[in-house]
């Protein structure tokens, strides 16, 4: 056995609750685990105690038959560890950090040929004198993976390699998991992408510091099978019928899927009224987690007052109000966005979807003001942004894809600094925290200190902050980036009442299933625009005799690599 994990308790010096409560698990050679859960489930705290960072309040580990911590010199030449956080260091070139963390790991530096084998398989072989901080996303992660993987490692602990990349470095980063599997080595892969659970060999899910589940993964869908369904309904009417579902005391779950909301029946339970037409489809694993802690919780985006917007939001529901032409953006010699031309209607959720690099958040930030364009035209609600960027940005609510808050100041310092930028004062400023603490479910957090947050809490924030002013436009940048299942449908659900009352949303994503949500989007690559339409319309046109039925991500990748 290359781990043997018995009733591991770890608490947090003055936490009131275990981070995990009692873990038990074995860990065989050549096996991939799937270490899933929300946030706060304990899967970092796990990872961190098995690389012998965290000595275990009670309990037992052995790795490799020894104890971590005890023999962690010994161990760290045997065991990578790719944290979530701080794994590079951006200012060394890739091989650089390639040097120095064999360095660290006491491997010898002798052991070029096999470095070199390593930036072979990760595609990062041309780009060894580059900066680690000028590689987009997906060559990040894969050098902090091919960081770890260094040296006779016999086991890989990868703490969410997979969060903040595009589809097509997550299976680039599988196939270097793939040939890890292949030489023998044991992985832990931790994720809270749900969807991951297919790729491993178990799976154990965590949550609130407990396993759930261990075992295969498919037996993790057998319980749900013959429960799930599908109906169909149009655009205009979706965010009805999911309400309607939700309240349907049959119905453990239910989510947007392109025009039709997909549910989950509770078992045993019969069919709602009315909905004869609903077929029965495959269950996810996200339906499968739902139903092992008994179904999501309430959200407060059921039952609190719809979030007011502006008046600009509410006129003329079908008119254009983004448009673009022969938008483009160069840095030197180098063009990043390249004519690009939109049109986005009132209250639409629309979606620049990309590879890493492929120009989308360049394209992200010249039509929201921030960037200023080369060349080309782009005029928001009739506002030319080349020339009145300043009027623009009063109608706008903005949540960057990094955490842009201030994390030394507490939750509602961040909330009064935000409504004042936004010229919010007095008695109005007061109602629109009060009502965006309780609408965004932040009471329990006020005097906390917004760094210390989950990242699912801080991203709940960072939307209320953006959305304090009601604006007519809600620019977001890989918003649920890292949050975990719940916060996510929390997340979309808030997205689509804002879309309902004319709020137009553009939001940027790497994770597919999230497409599903968008009303219409385009797929870019290399700066230019390669494919637009619905989830269904570029879902059917990527269709081919091998994959028939194409998943969002099947289409994603098929459209890349067709424009590669």
Not at 319 to 340: Q, S
Not at 483 to 507: C, H, K, M, S
């Amino acid at each position: 056995m290359i781990a043997c994990i018995e009733n591991l308790v770890y608490r947090y010096k003055g936490a009131e609750h275990d981070a995990l409560g009692g873990v038990s698990l074995q860990l065989a050679r050549g096996e991939v685990l799937g270490l899933i859960g929300p946030d706060g489930a304990g899967k970092t705290t796990l990872l961190r105690t098995m690389a012998g960072l965290l000595r275990p309040t009670s309990g037992s580990l052995r790795i490799l038959e020894q104890e971590p911590l005890q023999h962690h010199a010994e161990l760290s030449a045997k065991v990578g560890y790719m944290s979530q956080r701080f794994s590079l260091y951006e200012e060394l070139s890739v091989a650089e950090n390639m040097r120095l963390t064999a360095g660290l790991r006491g491997i010898h530096p002798a052991r070029a040929a096999e470095t070199e084998h390593l930036l072979r398989a990760a595609g990062l072989e041309p780009f060894t004198a580059r900066r680690a901080g000028q590689l987009s996303g997906g060559m990040k992660q894969k050098l902090a993976l091919i960081c770890a993987m260094q040296g006779e490692s016999e086991l890989l602990l990868l703490d969410e390699p997979g969060v903040g990349v595009d589809p097509v470095s997550r299976r680039e980063l599988w196939q270097l998991v793939e040939h890890n599997r292949n030489c023998g080595r044991a992985i832990v892969w931790a994720t809270a992408y749900l969807d991951e659970a297919a790729r491993c060999d178990r799976v154990c899910i965590l949550h609130a510091g407990r396993v759930l589940y261990l075992g295969k993964p498919d037996a993790l869908l057998q319980p749900i099978r013959g429960r799930v369904f599908a109906v169909a309904c149009s655009p205009a009417d979706r965010l009805s019928t999911l309400r309607r579902l939700q309240a349907d005391p049959q119905i453990m779950d239910a989510m947007i899927e392109g025009n039709r909301i997909r549910y989950l029946l509770k078992a045993q339970a019969a069919h709602p009224h009315g909905l004869q037409a609903a077929a029965p489809v495959e269950p996810n694993f996200e339906e499968a987690f739902i139903n092992l802690i008994g179904g999501v919780q309430s959200s407060p985006t059921r039952a609190a007052a719809p979030l007011a917007v502006s008046p600009q939001a509410n006129n003329a529901p079908r008119e254009e109000v983004l448009i673009t032409d022969g938008l483009t953006k160069r840095f030197g010699n180098f063009v990043a966005t390249h004519h690009l031309n939109l049109r986005v209607r009132r209250g639409e959720i629309f979606g620049i979807l990309g590879a890493n690099g492929a120009g989308k958040t360049t394209a992200f930030r010249m039509i929201c003001g921030l960037l200023p364009a080369s060349s080309g035209s782009a005029r928001l609600l009739g506002l030319d942004l080349l020339r009145e960027r300043r009027k623009a940005r009063e109608l706008l609510g903005y949540m960057a894809q990094k955490f842009s808050l201030y994390g030394q100041l507490t939750v509602r310092q961040n909330l009064v600094f935000f409504a004042a930028v936004y010229g919010l004062r007095g008695k109005t400023q007061q109602e629109r925290i009060t009502q965006a603490v309780e609408r965004f479910e932040l009471a329990p957090y006020l005097h906390a200190k917004s760094g210390t947050l989950p990242v699912g809490i801080r991203q709940r924030l960072s939307m209320a902050c953006a959305t304090l002013h009601r604006p007519a436009f809600l620019f977001l940048d890989e918003p649920t980036s890292g949050v975990d299942p719940f916060a996510r449908r929390y997340f979309w659900e808030i997205i689509n009442e804002l879309a309902a009352q004319g709020v137009t949303i553009i939001v940027t994503t790497h994770f597919m299933d999230e497409a599903q949500y968008l009303h219409r989007m385009v797929i870019m690559n290399k700066g230019e625009v390669i494919a637009q339409g619905t989830p269904d319309e570029l879902k059917q046109a990527a269709a081919t005799a091998e994959i028939p039925a194409p998943t969002m991500e099947d289409a994603f990748i098929h459209y890349i690599r067709t424009h590669a």
